[in-house]
């Protein structure tokens, strides 16, 4: 990537996390829904076994999942609500960039839940974790995120001038996200119990690595088409 598509980038995640830290919406909606979620675990699953590791992968990627829809629902709503959606359009910015600029948003909103719901789901559902697992548990998020946050930001630019977007964006992107939640669920179990299977949690990695890769290949090829239309 060149200097000058590089200030692009830069400019526009700045713009974004501005903003962001200004009206603090989409992050604030997201923590809530998140919280609210996994008190609801704790009360149906928690209380009813004194050790829940087993669950508490699924718990924690399902609700991060769940929040990730919440998050890509608000791309672009902002430029739409103040009527400058076409004027970013047409800015002399590749759309690639707009694309990874909206990737990189996305990600670090979902590492901020992730700093919120990861210690918490260990508080509520798991009694041994090792500082080792939650480290590995650390790695695994940024992965997983980037495979989440690529197929978001496509899907949020592709029902960005649709009426429907709020249908359209959990019907298509959680089909999407089933393959990475399971994943990542298995990885965060395989280091969260009593023992660390390494061997299991870099099988999940390398599955979610190559999940990110498919998924960053169809937006490359397809993203330049996608707002056109």
Same mark, same amino acid.
């Given at each position: ?47 009813r076994s004194d050790d829940a590791t087993g669950v508490a992968g699924g718990i924690i990627w399902a609700t991060i999942a769940l929040a990730a829809v919440l998050g890509v ?23 690639? @960039?707009?694309?990874?600029?909206? &990737? ?17 789901? &260990? &508080? ?27 197929? =978001? ?14 249908? @359209?964006?959990? &019907? ?13 669920? =298995? ?36 993203f330049d088409h996608v707002l056109d239309d």
């Amino acid at each position: 990537m060149s200097a000058s598509r590089g200030r692009q980038l830069r400019a526009l995640v700045r713009k974004d996390l501005q903003l962001e830290a200004r009206t603090r919406e989409t992050v604030t909606a997201m923590a809530l829904f998140a919280l609210v979620a996994m008190v609801v675990f704790q009360f149906a699953v928690g209380q009813r076994s004194d050790d829940a590791t087993g669950v508490a992968g699924g718990i924690i990627w399902a609700t991060i999942a769940l929040a990730a829809v919440l998050g890509v629902g608000r791309t672009w709503v902002p430029e739409r609500e103040q009527r400058v959606l076409h004027g970013v359009l047409v800015a002399p910015v590749p759309r690639l @960039v707009m694309l990874i600029a909206r &990737v990189i948003v996305l990600w670090l909103f979902l590492l901020a839940i992730e700093v919120l719901i990861v210690p918490l789901g &260990v &508080v509520f559902f798991v009694h041994d974790a090792s500082p080792e697992g939650l480290a590995l548990v650390a790695g695994l998020c940024a992965v997983a995120n980037l495979a989440i946050a690529v197929p =978001g930001a496509l899907l949020a630019s592709m029902s960005v001038f649709s009426r429907a977007r709020e249908l @359209v964006i959990p &019907v298509l992107l959680l089909p999407a996200l089933v393959p990475v939640v399971i994943a990542a669920a =298995g990885g965060t179990h395989a280091v969260l119990g009593p023992e660390v299977q390494m061997a299991e949690f870099l099988g999940y990695c390398r599955f979610l690595a190559v999940c990110a890769a498919v998924f960053c290949l169809v937006a490359y090829a397809t993203f330049d088409h996608v707002l056109d239309d």
